[in-house]
């Protein structure tokens, strides 16, 4: 059975950084595409990054870009989002997902979902 485990969410300082991670059992995540969507309050899930199965090809939301930076460790079967600068507005549960084949922007596409670190960052 395919699980996803976020973990590193919390309360940030406004400008300050965070790690979370994803940690993926029963199922090889060389295997697969894997991205972080977020939803914050009342607003739908929004796609954040993606990366390729190599990691040699990420995506970003446009917003995002150059804040946050995702990567993965294969051995580890894990995935990590890096965000900088964080602001208020970043505040949201993160979500890991993955899927087969390229990676993608939208929620549809993506087969696997953990359950969602929350990350809030105060003014």
């Known amino acids: 059975q395919v699980q996803l485990v976020e973990s590193g969410g919390g309360l940030v300082p406004a400008g300050g950084s965070l790690r979370v991670s994803c940690a993926a059992s029963g199922v090889t995540i060389s295997n697969y595409a894997m991205a972080w969507f977020l939803q914050a309050p009342g607003k739908e899930r929004e796609f954040v990054a993606a990366?390729?199965?190599?990691?040699?090809?990420?995506d970003y939301g446009c917003s995002l870009k150059g804040r946050f930076t995702i990567s993965r460790d294969n051995t580890e079967n894990t995935v990590y989002l890096q965000m900088h600068t964080l602001q208020p507005e970043d505040t949201a549960v993160y979500f890991c997902?993955?899927?087969?084949?390229?990676?993608?922007?939208?929620?549809?596409?993506?087969?696997?979902w953990g359950q969602g670190t929350q990350v809030t960052v105060t003014s």
């Open positions: 990366i390729s199965r190599s990691g040699v090809r990420m």
């Open positions: 997902a993955a899927r087969e084949g390229a990676p993608a922007t939208s929620t549809w596409a993506y087969n696997y």
